[in-house]
Nanobody, 123 residues
């Protein structure tokens, strides 16, 4: 499975960005896809995830009500709509895919595939 992110950039506080992640390869056996982020000097953390077949979504408390995760009908493109951005949202955002359906969606050790990351800067 290959994951390629796009849509990062710089935005002022209160603004919006939409990230995309194009998935290719054998994706049929992946249970969920999601977004993680890593700020300088901090550990990578889970932001949001979606179960590919049920559509169930999960969010970190810090982004609930501001970010929305979604996927296209073909389940090959993942999106993260980010509204009301704050400076503390500044980080490299990574697309992730997980094969097993497990409750702890936000733990990096559960991820099987990673994208290369895209920078989001909020000033």
């Amino acid at each position: 499975v290959q994951l390629v992110e796009s849509g990062g950039g710089s935005v002022q506080a209160g603004g919006s960005l939409r990230l995309s992640c194009a998935a290719s390869g054998y994706t049929a056996n992946t249970c969920s896809m999601g977004w993680f982020r890593q700020a300088p000097g901090k550990e990578r953390e889970g932001v949001a995830a979606i179960r590919r077949y049920s559509g169930t979504t999960f969010y970190a408390d810090s982004v609930k009500g501001r970010f929305t995760i979604s996927q296209d009908n073909a389940k090959t493109t993942l999106y993260l709509q980010m509204n009301s951005l704050k400076p503390e949202d500044t980080a490299v955002y990574y697309c992730a895919a997980t094969i097993q359906c497990i409750p702890n969606w936000n733990e990096t050790r559960t991820v099987n595939y990673w994208g290369q990351g895209t920078q989001v800067t909020v000033s």
